[in-house]
């Protein structure tokens, strides 16, 4: 048995529905994680799901369904939908909601999806405002069992070194694989924590809140191959692994 859930977010953005659209459709890796949509109605958005809404760029809408529940997700369906109007100034406005039916422990995952939400979007306005239209590489990881109890998070930002840091401050911090780098603190509450550098942007994710790993995303803007991505990722990781060793 499952239960409906909807999580709706509205807001505008200093940039034009074109770009929005893009960011969304084509350069989600600067934000989200790569995404790719075959550009038609019935086409195809990646995980096994399907376009039932496209009108660039004003609409998109993806759906993922199954009865027998959704590979990796404690789902039977999924559903994205974003709507985006022009307002003055060149503009956009946009409303997003994700729907979809959760198939376990409900309050649990509800609550994760949500916050996770504002995060995400939040990111997607970072994005917007900071590296719009430039390609990027993503770099997903995720700590060991042991970042999986909650309070891990907190050992995490420590570790960092950033546990009295407040959002919008400026700091210094020592990047696995890369060194000593200034940053804004561009997000900060207990379970998420976002720093922007002038060609990256850091999202951490204390998903011990919710019975995951604490998680790290890496979105890259500077010029880069495959291979430094994969160091990327290998640093990250065994971050992860010493600080919760």
Not at 56 to 65: C, N
Not at 95 to 113: E, K
Not at 138 to 161: E, I
Request: charged share 25%; net charge negative.
């Amino acid at each position: 048995m499952g239960k409906a859930f909807e999580i709706v977010r509205e807001f505008e953005v200093d940039a034009s529905p074109e770009q929005v659209w893009d960011a969304i459709t084509t350069g989600a890796a600067g934000w989200l994680w790569p995404a790719e949509y075959e550009p038609r109605v019935g086409g195809a958005a990646g995980l096994g799901g399907v376009v039932t809404a496209w009108d660039p760029p004003h609409r998109l809408t993806s759906r993922q369904e199954d009865p027998d529940g959704i590979e990796g997700l404690p789902q039977s369906l999924n559903q994205l939908d974003n709507l985006i109007e022009p307002r003055e100034g060149g503009r956009a406005w946009v409303r997003y909601v994700h729907s979809g039916i959760f198939t376990d422990d409900w309050d649990n995952q509800y609550d994760g999806a949500n916050r996770h939400t504002d995060f995400y979007l939040h990111t997607l306005r970072q994005y917007l405002a900071h590296f719009t239209g430039l390609p990027a590489t993503q770099s997903d990881v995720h700590g060991p069992k042991a970042s999986m109890a909650k309070g891990s998070f907190d050992a995490a930002v420590r570790a960092l070194g950033l546990d009295a840091a407040a959002e919008g401050d400026t700091v210094r911090v020592d990047v696995p694989g890369a060194g000593a780098v200034d940053a804004v603190v561009d997000f900060r509450n207990e379970y998420f924590l976002g720093l922007r550098t002038d060609d990256a942007m850091y999202r951490f994710f204390g998903r011990d809140a919710w019975g995951g790993p604490v998680g790290i995303a890496v979105h890259d803007f500077a010029p880069g191959s495959a291979a430094e991505q994969e160091r990327t990722k290998k640093a990250w990781r065994t971050w992860l692994q010493d600080v919760y060793a």
